[in-house]
Structure formats: structure tokens, C-alpha cells
């Protein structure tokens, strides 16, 4: 079962403590998967394979539109958070899940294409066609129909590639942490400050404005909590996995206690018999004379040993 907790608009530091908490937790078998969906305010986060020139702004420009700035352990290049952006951290296990295609346990890269999956068809859930690009991690729209997942060409519109979903992982102890982010109402002139994932050439794109030139009358967009569940409904599809709600985090560290306390204790020496003699020291099985055999090798121990 996948767990999965929408939190709101939560600040960077905060949710980064909340998943070093859950990894640990999960690591030590004390809660299940669990899937935590939120928004940021403007953030750039810089992960492992990061270079600071692919931020275009000085620090000066951050710090006056309110971005903040945090180096991080999951792969990938900088990447841009922001509101009206959908925000997936799965702290998953990947021993407890198998491939659906083949049955196998999941390595990372496994994991990350079916996150993409995930993300894929929530797209479609709105009309719109998405798909991967080869060695470029994410989720894009604007493919030409060979791309696409289907064997339905895209609708009419303007097209060129256009990313619509980061993704960057880290994995420890076959646990993983940090995760993907899904523009839905995203302000893409945030995206200017950087090289999104250290690409240039490659713009970005947000549900709102894909499902614009791909409807021709569209409808109102749900709240981000509304995508978000259907998000999590996505995640458990693709990962053959019942998917449940948690009400809140206060719930899940319950949960994590419950555990603990049904862990039973290891049971204590047992108490000596009365009625059983009190052996005495050297015990039975402790010879009180060099045995024969042994006495023999000491003799020997200078001869040559003979090939």
C-alpha cells in the first residue's frame, strides 16, 4: 500500500526536514511507502550533478523576488519550485515493489520511468498528450506523434518540445526521498532565472497553458489539491499498489509509535531453580590438563613442515 498526504503550501526547509524524518522511519520498517504532495514557495534547488552558472539570476534579483536557495543529494542539474506547482516526494522502499511489466524488484531507473508514467497520464486526464524524450528525464508535450506514448497524434497547435515535469531522485539503503515537480499554474517566467535541469533551448510549459492550445474550450482548472489526488489515484495505477489518504502527518508518526510499541521486547533471563545445584568454576568443559594431543604439536612445533 502507498500512503499519500497532501500538506498545502509548505516552506523548502521544512519539507526537507519531514522527509529525513519519513526516510529514517521507513527505513527502519516503522511505516509503509508514503507519498507526500505539496506546493513550494519560489525555491531553486541545486542537486548533486548541479552547476551554479545554469542560475542565471544574481543573488541580488533572488533575494528581491523572494527565491530561496538550497544544495541538495537528489541527481540532477537546479530546478525551479514554485506556487501553483504540484510537488511529489515519495519515501518508497523500492525492495517492496515489483515491475509491473516484469515482475522484478525496482532499481531507480525503473522507478523514476513509472513516476514518469504517473505524470504522464495525469496529463491525459486533462486531454493533454505528453511523453519522454529520450535521455532527458521528465515529462514533455509538444512531441511528434512517434514520441507520444499513444498512437493518437497530439490536437492541432503549436508545436516543439515543451517540459511540463522535473524529476530527480535520491535513494538510500534502497529508500528514496525527493522527487518530481508538475507545473500546473506555475508562473513560467520564474523558469528565466535558470537553465531548467541545466538545459537551455528547451522551454517550459504548464498544464493551464497546454490545455489552452490543446482544447478549444477549455475548463476552469481544479484546485491543486483536487490534481493532487488524482496525482496519488495515477501513482497507485502505475505502481499496481492500493493507494490511501492519510489525514495528516501527525497520523503517520502514529502510525510509526504504534509500531514501535507492538515490536515486543526480547523476554528476560529466566530466573535459577532453587532446586538445581550452583555449578562450580572451572566449569565441566573446561579441561583442567593440556590434553595428550595437544602436548604432542607443542613438542613439534619447531620441526620443518614437509610439502
Known sequence: M???LYLGRVPYGEALRLQEELV????????????????????LTLGRNAKRSN???????LAARGVTLHEINRGGDVTYHGPGQLIGYPIVDLRSLRNPGGGNRLGPVNFVRLMEEALIR????????AGRICGL??????LAPAQLPSKDPPSAGPQGERKIAAIGIHVARGVTSHGFAFNVTTDLRDFALINPCGLTGRPVTNLENE????????????????????AARQFGLVFNQPILAVESVAALRAQAQA????VPEPPAP???DPDLPVPEFPAEDTPLQIPPEIERLRRTKDRPIHA
Open 259 to 262: 509500531s514501535a510499541e507492538s
Open 55 to 61: 542560475i542565471l539570476a544574481s543573488d541580488e534579483l
Open 2 to 4: 502507498i500512503r499519500y
Open 270 to 272: 529466566a530466573a535459577p
Open 122 to 129: 495525469l496529463c491525459g486526464d486533462f486531454g493533454v498528450s
Open 211 to 230: 490545455i489552452a492550445r490543446e482544447i478549444e474550450d477549455p475548463q476552469s482548472l481544479p484546485s491543486l489539491e483536487s490534481i493532487a489526488h488524482r
Open 137 to 142: 528525464t521528465g515529462v514533455w508535450c509538444g
Open 24 to 43: 529514517a522511519l521507513r527505513t527502519a520498517g516503522r511505516i509503509g511507502n508514503v507519498l507526500l504532495l505539496l506546493e513550494h514557495p519560489p525555491v
